[in-house]
């Protein structure tokens, strides 16, 4: 049998109990108060926790390294949702275009019916679509077109160009480019013997007609910046006249924005600044150029109206 040990451990001392405290008669018993335990130091640098464990301090590395993932973490995500704004803003000039064409597509059809209304608003794309083209080509960035009522369609750009020959070639393309949409109207008009078609193509070729006014916003102002600025003021004359025979509220508009724009850019040319010589000279052979377009472009314009008239009797509505 194995022997027990001689010695045993000493029990524990038993807790010391509180002294009895005396209290004279009559005199009131002190409250008891609650046990409250000391502070505590918490978080990454203090002492203990709170059950008495120490807390090892953080190396100064590690709490630059968490500084530094959140502040990337979120330039990260501003940075996401930056993009997310950029990849939306096409989408937001193509609603739009798309709005304002819906918008000018029903204003025209309470006019001249539905299916002209739609080819309308087609033709006046493919006309500001030559000035986008053009624009691009020149290097200049250019707006989707934007269409108003009952005013046609705008774009909007930084420049027109770098000289007037550039200016030029810019506002002839519109002209150029939707009179050859017309034209493919009219020749589907022709080989169908739709009236609808050829009215419609008629339209376009008056459309690309009218802009060929020498004054400016019109394309034909933009050529004559090329050819002679002084046909600005023929041009403001004439769309005075037009406005006053026709009696059409918008030749008016048109007249009251071509006369301020012009009297603009002639006090420009009046001041004789290196800059303003510089971006109207234009050599012989340029000018020569300009003004051919200019003066065909006229003469095929007013052939094509003639080629594909439409009696009036027939009337849009029945379309």
Known sequence: ??????????????????????????AQTPPQQAWIAPPVALGPTGTVDPFGRP????????????????????????????????????????LTTAGTAI????????????????????????HEMGHVIALRREGIPASAPMFIPFLGAVITSRSLGDNAVAEARVGLAGPILGSIGAAVVALIGAATGSSLLEALAYTGFFLNLFNLIPVVPLDGGRAMAAMTPS??????????????????????????????????????????????????????????????VYVGLMFTLGLAMYATY?????????Y
Request: no cysteine.
């Open 1 to 26: 049998m194995d022997e027990l040990p001689t010695s045993l451990a000493s029990p524990p001392p038993e807790p010391a109990q509180p002294a009895a405290v005396h209290v004279a008669p009559g």
């Open 55 to 94: 807390i090892p301090r953080q190396p100064k590395r590690s709490r630059i390294r968490e500084r530094a993932g959140a502040i990337g973490a979120g330039a990260i995500a501003i940075i996401a949702k930056f993009k997310a704004i950029l990849l939306i803003l096409p989408k937001i000039k193509l």
């Open 103 to 126: 918008i000018s597509v029903v204003a025209y059809s309470l006019f001249f019916g539905w299916w002209f209304a739609v080819g309308f608003v087609v033709l006046l794309f493919v």
């Open 231 to 292: 046909m600005w003021l023929v041009g403001f004359a004439g769309m005075l006249a037009l406005g006053f025979l026709t009696g059409n509220p918008i030749l008016f508009v048109f007249a009251v924005i071509g006369g301020f724009e012009s009297w603009r850019r002639w006090k420009l040319i009046k001041q004789r600044s290196l800059a303003t010589a510089a971006y109207y000279r234009v050599s012989p052979r340029a000018r020569l150029a300009v003004g051919g």
């Open 310 to 318: 439409v009696p009036h009797s027939v009337g849009f509505t029945h």
